[in-house]
């Protein structure tokens, strides 16, 4: 059973423009999500998080978005970069489970 | 560089054999983490320890084991194994904290033949 699921396995986009990386999740105890940038033969490294008591948490470039009805978050990324290019995986974590639950993952291309 | 060390960075070795799997968590950090990533699956979480305790626990295999030791360091133990088995094994670390960011290291590729 897929608690976080990314139904999209890549994702090519150009330079400059907006990437948009989607995740859906099942269970309703989650309450904290998180993305995570993985690039080939490193592990990955974490990129930003949400609370359930937010809909909306900026970084930089970096903006994630939680839809709580909908059962579903985004990253979004402006204007992507050609080092954006890697594999981004969800999670997303209920309390006092102190696990993550991750997603399959999207492959993210940006194009010069 | 995460500051999290897993050796060896490959493993070769063949069905119904044991292997172990050695992690050392970033300096200060007490909880330790052990994923699995298949082919075309995302990062299955297997076990959590937080110093010396399991506190945690995934999908883990009852052929599958961990532990980690007074020095902080994790293990992580595989036997019988499957061909099936053959994956990327990460491990992390994190203070410990229930929303804790997780320090992930750069992975043993197993590949069971």
Redesign the interface.
């Known amino acids: 059973d897929q608690q976080v699921k990314q139904n999209s396995p890549s994702l090519s986009v150009q330079e400059g423009r907006i990437s948009i990386l989607n995740c859906d999740y099942t269970n309703s105890m989650f309450d904290y999500f998180l993305w995570y940038k993985k690039y080939p033969a490193e592990g990955p490294t974490f990129l930003i998080s949400i609370s359930s008591i937010k809909d909306k948490n900026e970084d930089g470039r970096f903006t994630v978005f939680l839809n709580k009805s909908a059962k579903h978050l985004s990253l979004h990324i402006v204007p992507s970069q050609p080092g954006d290019s890697a594999v981004y995986f969800c999670a997303a974590s209920a309390p006092g489970t102190y696990k993550y639950i991750f997603g399959t993952g999207t492959r993210l291309k940006v194009l010069a | 560089d995460?500051g999290?060390t897993q050796t060896p960075k490959h493993l070769i070795t063949a069905t119904g054999q044991r292997v172990t799997l050695r992690c050392s968590p970033r300096s200060g950090d007490l909880?330790v983490?052990w994923?699995q990533q298949s082919l075309?699956?995302?990062?299955?979480?297997l076990i959590?320890y937080?110093n010396g305790e399991e506190?945690?626990k995934?999908n883990i295999l009852e052929r599958f084991s961990a532990q980690q030791f007074p020095d902080l360091h994790s293990e992580l133990n595989l036997s019988s194994l499957e061909l099936g088995d053959s994956a990327l094994y990460?491990c992390?670390s994190s203070t410990g904290g229930?929303?804790a960011?997780?320090?992930?290291?750069?992975?043993t590729r197993l590949t069971v033949t």
């Open positions: 995460s999290v909880s983490y994923y075309d699956q995302g990062l299955q979480f959590q937080y506190r945690a995934g990460f992390a229930d929303r960011e997780q320090y992930f290291g750069p992975g």
